[in-house]
């Protein structure tokens, strides 16, 4: 596999955690979440809620999982991570965009063709959300 699409090693990758990435294409940039399923394979989603696109659902320590779903701190909604689909919240019935991703060799891939490169972490240093304000 290609390291320029390396995004982490697979056992970083739990089912009650996120581990965040960027996706590179020319200069065009996106932020993806990389998390297990309950078959144990790894699905890749796009970091933000489909609510209001500036909101992370990862800020950098792992987006909020709770009983197998991702929760938008921002405002409460839910999706299945199975899916990907919104269950609960203001954008109930939309569902998370997904990226291609492979496991291989002890490590997962970026192995969607829109994308040139991965690297783990966040696209910028700041937050584009006002953060949280749903405690669980």
């Known amino acids: 596999m290609d390291e320029e699409r390396r995004i982490a090693a697979a056992d970083e990758v739990s089912a009650d955690e996120t581990v ?3 996706a590179k294409s020319g200069f065009e940039t996106t932020e993806g979440i990389l998390t297990r ?3 144990g394979s790894v699905i890749a989603f796009t970091n933000y809620c489909p609510h209001w ?3 992370r659902l990862d800020t950098g320590s792992s987006a909020l999982v709770r009983n197998g779903e991702l929760v938008c701190q921002k405002h409460g909604a839910t ?3 199975q899916s990907g689909d919104c269950n609960f919240g203001p954008c109930e019935g939309a569902v998370l965009d997904t990226f291609e991703v492979t496991v291989d060799d002890g490590a997962v891939y970026l192995t969607d063709d829109e994308w040139d490169a991965a690297e783990p972490g966040l696209s910028e240093e700041r937050d584009l959300s006002s953060g949280g304000r749903i405690d669980f």
């Open 20 to 22: 965040v990435f960027t």
């Open 37 to 39: 399923r309950d078959d």
């Open 53 to 55: 696109r500036d909101v």
């Open 79 to 81: 999706f299945e991570k």
